[in-house]
């Protein structure tokens, strides 16, 4: 298998080296390709990061359906006085126009004055403290009236008495009055028709007059007892109403006071929360966007940054949080353009001449410029993050320097040995190029592999880079070979060319003294020993390791992210920069006091959790069916109390289901970043146990041994616990932080453990080919182990070595990048390269085959007889080419 991809890598090398231009020009086409296809196809990438099927994930979702408002963007911009005073009225009219700008832009739906938010606050905290003084004074108040209106009711009700008193006499009177005029009448009337004479019937007369005058006096005094009557009923009217509007007043406290110990209960919850610091001096304006962040395009976002920016207000600072300014990750910047530099510096110490330095550098960057501008092309029909193409663009730049180098090295050391360029460049292309395709054949297969983790963007970015290295190995067999035809004996100096002569009848090079002792071989206890320590130390931190994802505190001390971050830390508390979202969703409506009511028993019952400074009833779906709830955590976003925190509140789901019949979820991007970091820690082990079983059967089909695989893929798992120990040591302890501007130590950015193992393994392996091969050539063409060691140590160590500097060089400069995703990934594979090429491939496993010997090439006969010969660095070639 090897010889057969050796053979066509050899016929490969000789076409490219003698139609150069065309292959040349090929890949200059191919990139001018990827350039058009990029500025037509590419769209914008996602600053942020995202997990189908996340607690937070899947609450974001739900609401991107029932409650679309609630999913939508929004950002905090921090306004501060600089002159040590409160904003004054003149300030607040200034700022207070800036929003109304603002507001206008399409994008905005509110710009929230901060001003009169906090106004807003007071008010209401004094209405509830007024309404409560009124509530505790209301029921001595109608106790008075009650009084009052009994003090009535027994004046109305004596009244009463007297009047039916009165009405009894004066009805017995005119009772007695009608029986007598009954009486007097028939005798008037006999008498007159008696003619009696008048001084009979006159007294009679003058008797009924009197009596006709009683019962006149009587109709009025009826008429008054009926007016008096009248009165009395009418205040009894008045009592009834009286009583009413006494027992509404009762009626209304008990209403009133299950509102008011609600709403105390609701503003006791957000008694941390301001949106203007209690000194005065510091606003927090939050923005809010009509459509979610994946939709608002980063012009827009600038947009509203402009507007700040346009009409500067005297003594106030203005600072941006990360939403609205999250930048692009770029290549080029200082730091990985200096690893460049020193890339190259390298490349000429080694090789001699610029010509050969700059060789692999241009290599390295047209391979990086195909995969970078075809990823990007494809970003239009896949949702990929940012930092997708610069992780391909940052392994492209390494392993494309390395390939070519090894290949261009393999070349010069033919070239001093006489044979002829072409003839070289065939040879160096079937064997150190045949090499080249099976190291880019494991860091492809590291690569692909993180798409066993189950996380989609990691998965891509992965895929991405594979992209970049499959792009970097057909360069370094192609394009390499074209400009090394190109070049013809100017790779070699002119002494070197003088010497040339003298090795005419040589047609490989000859180390000097090829199995001589080195270090390793020598000593081997005491390299096995001082390996282990240096490197046991240096995984010590990874105890304590914890994953997360940046927040503004880890970006440059200059940036407006980080200031802002800190005035909001400053003024409000860290957790005012990484706000929980608690949702709860009932079956049906809640309203009125109810509702009210739930509100208060939900952040009630949040404030009792620890670390929460403020709990805040934010919104209601139209449906009265969703509930927000902002949670403000003591600590920042990044926070181990905010973590536990928030598994904490999902634990608070069972309970309100049992006591409201709602379901509670958790989000927003803290909550996110956690459940993120989370599914990323679970997967590593699964993702760490499925590399070393793949470097176990990948050494095995190359090394035919069992030894030397389980000795390589100890020495593998030695350096990742190495450089994840020193990551932790840097990034979440600090040290060294003025070297890497680490001035706010956090949790290792979640993917990049996963990251490290995947590419650290490849590039391990990649090592472990170059290395063991010549040892296992050597041993089978009869040195003794020993000696075999030795030679394959002598024969890849100079090119591994610089290599390997290379590597570092390149990954090193991404670890001095501005870009806080970039930084802790370049300085993790920098760190991994320096101890997996240097102490574990160099000194540990050279070590430890020395003292297994000949056991280290032992392979049972029915594997030996089972696996296919896998020539990697295409001995056969090489030997047929001898003849």
Do not use: C
């Not at 060319?497 to 005419?504: D, E, V």
């Not at 120990?725 to 680490?742: E, H, T």
């Amino acid at each position: 298998m090897g010889a057969t991809l050796a053979n066509l890598l050899y016929k490969l090398g000789i076409f490219s080296a003698r139609r150069a231009w065309l292959v040349i020009i090929s890949w200059f086409l191919i990139l001018a390709a990827s350039i058009g296809l990029m500025a037509n196809f590419s769209t914008k990438l996602s600053t942020s990061m995202s997990l189908p099927g996340t607690p937070s994930q899947l609450v974001i979702d739900d609401l991107n359906t029932s409650f679309p408002k609630a999913s939508n963007g929004n950002a905090q911009v921090l306004l501060h006085k600089t002159n040590g005073f409160e904003f004054n009225a003149e300030d607040k009219k200034q700022i207070l126009a800036v929003l109304k700008d603002v507001e206008a832009l399409e994008i905005v739906a509110i710009a929230q004055d901060p001003f009169a938010t906090e106004a807003s606050l007071k008010k209401n905290r004094a209405k509830v403290s007024d309404g409560q003084a009124a509530l505790d004074s209301a029921p001595a108040e109608l106790k008075a009236a009650q009084a009052k209106l009994d003090a009535g009711k027994a004046k109305l009700d004596a009244a009463q008495a007297e009047l039916t008193a009165g009405q009894t006499k004066l009805t017995a009177a005119k009772v007695d009055l009608e029986a007598k005029l009954a009486q007097l009448n028939p005798a008037i009337e006999q008498l007159k028709a008696a003619n009696a004479p008048a001084a009979q019937i006159d007294p009679l007369l003058a008797n009924l007059a009197q009596l006709n005058a009683g019962l006149t006096q009587i109709a009025k005094q009826q008429a008054a007892i009926d007016a008096g009557q009248a009165k009395i009923d009418a205040g009894q009217a008045d009592l009834v109403a009286g009583q009413k509007k006494i027992d509404d007043g009762y009626s209304a406290i008990d209403s009133n006071k299950a509102k008011l110990a609600a709403s105390q209960l609701i503003l006791a919850a957000m008694k941390n929360f301001h949106t203007v610091s209690t000194d005065g001096q510091t606003a927090n304006v939050i923005v809010m966007f009509n459509k979610p962040f994946g939709q608002i395009e980063e012009a827009e976002l600038e947009s509203v940054v402009a507007i700040f920016e346009a009409d500067p207000i005297a003594n106030v600072q203005v600072e941006y949080s990360q939403e609205l300014t999250k930048a692009m990750p770029t290549l080029g910047g200082p730091a990985e353009i200096a690893g460049l530099v020193m890339a190259a510096i390298v490349l000429f110490v080694m090789l001699g001449t610029l010509v050969g330095a700059g060789l692999p550098v241009l290599a390295a960057i047209l391979g990086v410029a195909v995969s970078a501008t075809a990823t990007l092309a494809l970003s239009s029909v896949i949702d990929m993050t940012a930092t997708t193409p610069m992780l391909g663009a940052m392994l492209g730049l390494a392993v494309g320097i390395d390939y070519s180098l090894f290949i261009l090295n393999r070349h010069r050391r033919q070239l001093k040995a006489g044979m002829d360029v072409r003839e070289s460049i065939g040879l160096a292309n079937g064997t150190s190029g045949n090499a080249v395709v099976f190291a880019g054949l494991t860091v492809i297969i590291a690569l692909v592999a993180l798409n066993l983790t189950g996380v989609g963007f990691l998965g891509l970015m992965g895929n991405a880079a594979a992209v970049a290295i499959v792009v970097a190995v057909l360069v370094a067999v192609t394009f390499t070979p074209a400009l090394l035809g190109l070049l013809g004996n100017r790779l070699v100096s002119r002494r070197e060319r003088a010497k040339i002569a003298l090795a005419a009848g040589e047609q490989t090079p000859v180390l000097k003294d090829p199995t001589r002792p080195v270090f390793a071989t020598k000593r081997p206890w005491l390299a096995i020993a001082a390996v282990v320590l240096i490197m046991g130390v240096a995984a010590q931190p990874l105890a304590s390791m914890r994953l997360g994802l940046p927040d503004g505190s880890s970006e440059p001390v200059h940036s407006t992210q980080y200031k802002s971050f800190k005035l909001a830390e400053e003024a409000f508390g860290a957790g005012f920069n990484g706000p929980l979202v608690a949702v709860a969703s009932a079956p049906q409506q809640i309203n009125g006091l109810q509702r009210l009511e739930f509100q208060a028993g939900v952040v009630t019952r949040i404030m009792q959790m620890p670390n929460v400074s403020a709990a805040i009833a934010a919104a209601v779906s139209s449906d009265k069916t969703k509930f927000l709830f902002q949670v403000i955590p003591v600590d920042g976003p990044a926070s181990e109390t905010t973590e536990k925190l928030v598994f904490a509140l999902r634990d608070l789901s069972d309970e309100f289901k049992t006591k409201y019949g709602v379901d509670l979820g958790v989000t927003g991007a803290a909550a996110a970043n956690i459940d993120i970091s989370k599914k990323l820690a679970d997967a590593l082990p699964l993702y760490l146990g499925a590399v070393l079983l793949l470097s176990l059967l990948l050494l095995i089909l190359v090394f035919r041994s069992i030894l030397v695989p389980l000795i390589a893929s100890a020495g593998f798992l030695l350096t990742v616990v190495a450089t994840l120990g020193s990551a932790v040591a840097v990034f979440q302890w600090g040290w060294l932080g003025q070297l890497f501007d680490i001035h706010d130590p956090g949790p290792i950015m979640s993917f990049v453990p996963t990251l490290i193992i995947g590419v650290v393994f490849g590039l391990a392996m990649d090592y472990q080919l170059f290395l063991g091969s010549g040892m296992r050539e050597a041993y089978v063409h009869g040195k003794t182990a020993k000696q075999a060691v030795n030679f394959g140590i002598h024969l890849s160590r100079p090119v591994v070595i610089a290599a390997a500097i290379i590597m570092v060089t390149v990954f090193g400069g991404f670890a001095f990048s501005e870009m806080t995703t970039i930084r802790p990934i370049g300085f993790g594979l920098a760190v991994g390269v320096l101890f997996d090429a240097f102490l574990v491939r160099l000194i540990l496993v050279p070590a430890l085959m020395t003292l297994v010997g000949d056991n280290a090439w032992w392979l049972p006969k029915w594997l030996d007889r089972i696996l296919p010969d896998v020539d990697v660095e295409g001995a056969a070639l090489e030997r047929k080419t001898e003849r």
